[in-house]
């Protein structure tokens, strides 16, 4: 168990400031990546129930713009079992079902542990959180007492995909790897498909195949020459300016 630094937590609050949650921070420069931080909270959550309060709440606010494929390749950087217990509560508050794509590969603490590392520090309140644990965590082989969701500290959805265009271009086109392609496209032109693949961090074949479409329907162009050079069509670009529609 490490001890969570105030640089990293300060950072996660500024993400997740930059992702809805309405805290007193300022919010992230630049593009957050919702699935790496949510892996990230994962862990510094443990350490800060307000982290995880907010981990719980994005989750059920935002389930349709979370790119499962995505969450199940950072899944080894992640605490499988609070990310198991995570996306079980979503589910089990109107959630998508395909979240059990995820919870399928988290397997529970072999030997139970308390959610929260400040809790099991204390032997009193360790003792409560065993006796009053509830049933949700007790699958994954957590003892916590919290099922809490912020819904007075939350931005309008409106807001979030204004600030976040990678989330704006989900809520368009589904949390799928079209909508990635043209996120980074639209960061970086003259991006070869071997770099976009690496970047998006879905396979060759896959974003060969997906860009092979989007090249056809005059969403993206091919510049002459080798490596597969592309680029977003004028028209899309300017489309993708307004969004959210």
């Given at each position: 168990?490490?001890?969570?630094d ?62 499962i ?5 950072l ?7 609070v990310?198991?217990?995570?996306f ?7 959630a ?33 959180e ?31 995909l ?27 032109t003259g ?30 162009v ?11 069509s ?12």
């Amino acid at each position: 168990m490490n001890a969570l630094d105030e640089n990293t937590k300060e950072t996660l609050y500024r993400k997740w400031r930059r992702l809805g949650w309405d805290v007193d921070a300022e919010a992230y420069d630049g593009h957050v990546d919702p699935e790496e931080t949510i892996v990230e909270t994962t862990h510094a959550g443990r350490h800060d129930d307000r982290l995880f309060e907010w981990l719980l709440t994005f989750t059920r606010n935002y389930w349709d713009l979370i790119n499962i494929k995505k969450v199940l390749r950072l899944l080894d950087r992640a605490d499988k079992p609070v990310l198991g217990a995570v996306f079980d509560i979503a589910m089990a508050h109107g959630a998508t079902r395909n979240f059990r794509t995820i919870t399928e590969k988290c397997g529970p603490y072999v030997k139970p542990q308390i959610l929260f590392h400040k809790m099991g520090a204390f032997e009193g309140l360790r003792a409560q959180e065993i006796k009053n644990g509830l049933e949700t965590y007790k699958k994954w082989g957590l003892y916590c007492t919290m099922m809490d969701f912020y819904e007075d500290a939350a931005l309008r959805r409106r807001e979030v995909l204004q600030k976040n265009p990678l989330l704006a271009l989900r809520a368009l086109l589904g949390s799928n790897i079209r909508a990635e392609i043209l996120f980074f496209l639209e960061q970086q032109t003259g991006m070869a498909i071997q770099a976009l693949a690496r970047n998006i961090g879905y396979a060759y074949s896959a974003v060969y195949n997906e860009v092979l479409a989007m090249v056809k329907n005059g969403l993206v162009v091919e510049k002459p020459g080798r490596g597969h050079i592309l680029s977003l069509s004028e028209h899309i670009r300017q489309l993708l300016k307004v969004l959210p529609a």
